[in-house]
């Protein structure tokens, strides 16, 4: 979903645009996510599209495809081994958004915490300078009660998403379909009242 024929792992930082799909790798934590975890997990969602080049094998198996299967990445490897995850405590999380022009951020991590936190801040601050620029953060997974939308999906520029159900053969005995929210899914309102998660 990911693979490029430039020579090369990219793990070093630098912006390399002209890749076919991950165009940087900053590894401020490490760099395990390089090949498994749950943020490669994620863009793999967004942005994975099977190689056409011809030399990969089984490239042609399967119908996978992220829903902006084009789209490129610049990817910040915050996780800690299979730990989640150490953050900046300042914006260097968005040290690779003008090295290539990024206009979209997806942030798959949290806490439990329906507070106003300092990481909600520091989104809310990046995305009010940068008004070509929408974060989009996970509202969280912990479940059927109100108020457990966790930061920093609190944040007020931001998208903050809760997860949906799904259709087909992967319905549960209790589920209604797609227009349903999840059973696990973080639900709003945040500690100070305000509605989240948007969609």
Known sequence: MFWDSSPGELRDGTAQPTRRKVVQYINYQDDGDYTDGHGTH???SILGNRSTDGTVANEDGGVLAGMAKDAKVSFFDLGAGTNCCSVPNNDSLFDGYSDVDAKFHSASWGNTQSSYSSFSAMFDEFAYAKDDFLPIIA?????????????????????????????????????????????????????????????
């Open 139 to 199: 509202a969280g997974n912990s479940g059927t009660g109100a108020n457990t939308v966790g930061s920093p999906a609190t944040a007020k520029n931001i998208l903050s998403v809760g997860a949906g159900e799904t259709s087909g053969r992967d319905l549960y005995a209790t589920s209604g379909g797609m227009d349903y929210l999840a059973y696990f899914s973080s639900r709003g309102p945040t500690d100070d009242g305000r509605m989240k998660p948007d969609i």
């Open 42 to 44: 994620v863009v793999g």
